[in-house]
C-alpha cells in the first residue's frame, strides 16, 4: 500500500504550482455566481429567517399564555 503524500512535508513551491495552475473563474461565471445569491440564495435565506423568528415568537406566545 503506497503512503499518502503528507502536505506538510511539501515544499512550498509545490503547492504554488498546484494553485496557480486552477483556472480563474471568467466573467460570466462570476456573473452567473452573483445571480445565483442575488435571485435565488439570499431571498430563501431571508425569507427562512423572517419565519423562523415569527415561528419562535408564535411558540413562545403558546407556551406562555
Known amino acids: 500500500m503506497r503512503p499518502l503524500p503528507s502536505p506538510v512535508l511539501t515544499h512550498p513551491s509545490d503547492r504554488k504550482a ?30 427562512g429567517t423572517v419565519a423562523a423568528y415569527g415561528f419562535s415568537i408564535w411558540m413562545y406566545q403558546l407556551l406562555t399564555h
Open 18 to 47: 498546484a494553485v496557480d495552475s486552477a483556472p480563474a473563474p471568467t466573467r460570466r461565471a462570476e456573473g452567473l455566481m452573483f445571480l445565483w445569491l442575488a435571485v435565488l440564495v439570499w431571498p430563501v435565506i431571508a425569507v
